[in-house]
Nanobody, 124 residues
Framework: QLQLVESGGGLVQPGGSLRLSCAAS????????VNWFRQAPGKEREGLSC????????TYVDSVKGRFTISRDSAKNTVYLQMNSLKAEDTAVYYC?????????????????WGRGTQVTVSS
């Protein structure tokens, strides 16, 4: 059974950077598409970025395009989200989600695996 643990969150000033990690155990994360989501207080969960299981291609929501980068480290069984030029509105709990053999497309039949999240706070 795949288990995911996020880390790397914290308090950072506007304009700063953080790198979030989504570390997997129990399965090979390369076989999963991995999505990063975030949820701010009082707001709906927002999908940010996805990296495919097949070819490593990635997608980004417009609000983070050019600032965030998703990547894999197969040796560490980990997916990262590098976040640069952080803004106050990036403050949220960040979650990773994995989909077996996922292609970064909605699949109502997919089993979704979630981590418990890591808090990111952008404030001066």
């Amino acid at each position: 059974q795949l288990q995911l643990v996020e880390s790397g969150g914290g308090l950072v000033q506007p304009g700063g950077s953080l790198r979030l990690s989504c570390a997997a155990s129990g399965a090979i994360l390369d076989n999963y598409a991995v999505n990063w989501f975030r949820q701010a207080p009082g707001k709906e969960r927002e999908g940010l970025s996805c990296i495919s299981s097949s070819d490593g291609s990635s997608t980004y929501v417009d609000s983070v395009k050019g600032r965030f980068t998703i990547s894999r480290d197969s040796a560490k069984n980990t997916v990262y989200l590098q976040m640069n030029s952080l803004k106050a509105e990036d403050t949220a709990v960040y979650y990773c989600q994995a989909v077996y053999l996922g292609m970064c497309r909605p699949d109502p039949h997919a089993t979704l695996y979630w981590g418990r999240g890591t808090q990111v706070t952008v404030s001066s």
